[in-house]
């Protein structure tokens, strides 16, 4: 069972586009963090949200967390070739089973 | 600081065999997470080590396993090998909790035939 669902799997668009992806869950995260992977190398943390409502900008980047902290999404303005990669949000549950839980991805290639 | 290393980047293997796959973690971080990624899958939590200690685990088979030494390095091992394990293995390093920042390593490239 995903707990983790993002969307769109796939984007592909023009470089200078502005694009949003989504990160949704039933259940609610103590916090959430965005990280971006590109080809043969590990994710990159790019961001971690902890507050409901939370906006964070990083650069031509926004990422909001849900009031409920349940979902989030990634706002990039005029996006730029630099910005391809596969996309990841994780969500960190407290207790018992305190680890990250990955969402399904979403991979962007954004088109010179 | 260096950042997290793995060895080797690149594998290959038959059914059957099994696998040890490297991560020096960062200096000074003491977890050691590791994940599996493939296409379908996505990035899986295949388990935690702390301290040279087991401390989270995920839904995988007993043919998983792993175990941290006390420069908190760590292995990872697959017995049986089947071909379903082809994915790319992914060691991250934290300093306290797998739910801190995690600096992810290259991966290693595990291809099962």
């Known amino acids: 069972t995903q707990l983790l669902e993002q969307s769109p799997q796939f984007l592909s668009i023009q470089e200078g586009e502005n694009l949003t992806v989504y990160c949704n869950s039933s259940s609610v995260f103590s916090s959430l963090q965005w990280y971006r992977q590109e080809p043969g190398e590990g994710p990159v943390l790019l961001v971690t949200v902890v507050t409901g409502g939370e906006v964070k900008k990083l650069k031509r980047l926004t990422f909001q967390f849900g009031d409920a902290r349940k979902d989030s999404s990634l706002h990039i303005t005029a996006a730029q070739p630099g910005d391809t990669g596969l996309y990841l949000c994780a969500g960190a549950r407290g207790g018992a089973t305190n680890k990250l839980i990955f969402g399904t991805g979403t991979l962007l290639a954004v088109q010179p | 600081k260096a950042g997290v290393t793995q060895t080797p980047r690149y594998l290959i293997k038959t059914r059957g065999q099994q696998v040890t796959l490297s991560c020096s973690p960062i200096?000074?971080?003491?977890?050691v997470s590791w994940y599996q990624q493939t296409p379908g899958q996505g990035l899986q939590f295949l388990f935690e080590y702390f301290s040279e200690t087991q401390r989270n685990k995920g839904n995988f088979p007993g043919r998983f396993s792993g175990r941290q030494f006390s420069n908190s390095r760590s292995e990872m091992n697959v017995s049986t090998l089947e071909l379903g394990d082809s994915a790319l293995y992914l060691c991250?390093?934290?300093?306290?909790?797998?739910?801190?920042?995690?600096?992810f390593g290259p991966g290693t490239r595990l291809t099962v035939l």
């Open positions: 991250a390093s934290s300093q306290r909790v797998s739910t801190d920042t995690q600096y």
């Open positions: 200096s000074g971080h003491r977890s």
